[in-house]
């Protein structure tokens, strides 16, 4: 599959503070990104999606940010509460087809 | 709760065993999918169906066999596994992406330990 994200990194924040979450991909032909939230022993939940005609996107207390002059992507997360504490994947889609690859994923940790 | 179920959610086999996974959505979507996770990594696609069709497989040994037997259900056939396959094994479901991308939503995986 194609490569979209860094290594694996951790994100600490005081609850009340604003989280940035970021993803890099490579495939330059990706128009259809998606930012999803996974809980311990949960499968990953659907938090906003972007199409490469769009470079923001706003949603409940999240907003998503794609620049594709450097291929990234970010999450912005407004307030950042302790249900917040999750891991965070981006995952794209070229458009050719159904398929999705996902990135490396950040571990999202909020200090009450 | 997920509008995408699967069953069971945790599944122990030994490697000569047989065993299937089950995913099933009334949603309506057309394409489902298998996700194979390991502890601390991304999800990797497995294979696609559309219009219960199996339109991709990327490259999955023998031992895992897909059938999509109607639109709501999602089988994983099990056969010979090995321990390196023990994993949580995520399905999702989507509209088919028809020129308009659509999300797609994941049940909460079988947790699977091979012996």
């Known amino acids: 599959g194609e490569s979209v994200g860094l290594h694996l990194p951790t994100l600490s924040v005081q609850e009340g503070d604003n989280s940035i979450i970021n993803c890099a991909y490579s495939?330059?032909?990706?128009?259809?990104f998606i930012w999803y939230k996974q809980e311990s022993g949960k499968g990953p939940q659907f938090i906003i999606d972007i199409r490469s005609n769009m470079d923001k996107r706003q949603g409940q207390r999240v907003t998503v940010l794609l620049n594709k002059t450097v291929k990234h992507l970010s999450l912005q997360i407004a307030a950042t509460q302790p249900g917040d504490s999750a891991v965070y994947f981006c995952?794209?889609?070229?458009?050719?087809?159904?398929?999705?690859?996902f990135g490396t994923g950040t571990s999202l940790t909020v200090i009450p | 709760d997920t509008e995408v179920t699967q069953t069971p959610k945790h599944l122990v086999m030994g490697m000569t065993n047989k065993k299937s996974l089950k995913c099933e959505q009334h949603?309506?979507?057309?394409?489902m999918y298998w996700y194979k996770q390991k502890a601390k990594k991304p999800p990797e696609l497995m294979f696609v169906?559309?219009?219960?069709?199996?339109?991709i497989n990327e490259s999955v040994p023998s031992r895992f066999s897909p059938e999509c037997p109607n639109s709501s259900l999602l089988n994983l056939h099990l056969h010979a596994l090995q321990p390196e396959d023990s994993a949580l094994y995520l399905c999702a479901s989507s509209q088919p992406a028809w020129g308009s991308n659509q999300p797609q939503h994941f049940g909460d995986g079988t947790r699977l330990s091979i012996l």
């Open positions: 949603m309506g979507h057309r394409a």
């Open positions: 495939n330059s032909a990706s128009d259809y």
């Open positions: 995952a794209e889609n070229s458009g050719t087809g159904n398929q999705f690859y």
């Open positions: 169906y559309s219009y219960e069709k199996l339109s």
